[in-house]
């Protein structure tokens, strides 16, 4: 679904989101950072535009008696489907750390692209997908970017990218 809102710079051009129902866990024991299988597909209207991409709906896991003590999120994207995906922030978008047992918790961030981030010519698609990795301290345990075993089934996660002229 595309909303279109204008143009100017700061003003958003278009929004596009993907509702994806979360049935089953994304777990790995990821030492680097490993594609959630959710993506966004956006065409921008211009070229040399900015991104806001906003991932919310899925469910942190922590376990620190299991050695699941963190996890660090990112936002890839990939242009045209080719070259394979890459970090928009050349780091991490957010992180969590705790030290208590077994906590699930809303998951939700946000994360700003640069048009120098992302180079595409006009007609050309992007793909956005959020990307995890274990925490620092953790151990190689299984860690969780989103978690069925309290939350339970059918959480619905929305990916959301804004075009935003600059």
Known sequence: MAINFGSGVGQVIQTVQNT???NSQIAASAANPT????????????????????????????NSSA????IKLFMYAQVNGSGG???????????SHITVSW???PGEFSSFCPNSAVSYSLGQ?????PFYQRGSSNSTNTNY????????NGVQCQLIVQEIAS
């Not at 698609?125 to 997908?129: S, Y």
């Not at 989103?146 to 339970?152: L, M």
């Open 20 to 22: 994806v129902n979360l």
């Open 35 to 62: 594609a959630t299988g959710i993506t966004t597909r956006i065409t921008p209207k211009q070229t040399g535009s900015d991104f806001l991409i906003t991932c919310a709906g899925f469910v942190h896991h922590n």
């Open 67 to 70: 050695g699941n003590r963190g």
């Open 85 to 95: 995906y890459s970090n928009t922030l050349n780091n991490m978008a957010v992180s």
């Open 103 to 105: 906590v699930d918790f």
């Open 125 to 129: 698609f992007i793909d956005f997908e």
């Open 145 to 152: 970017f989103h978690h069925t075993g309290g939350s339970g």
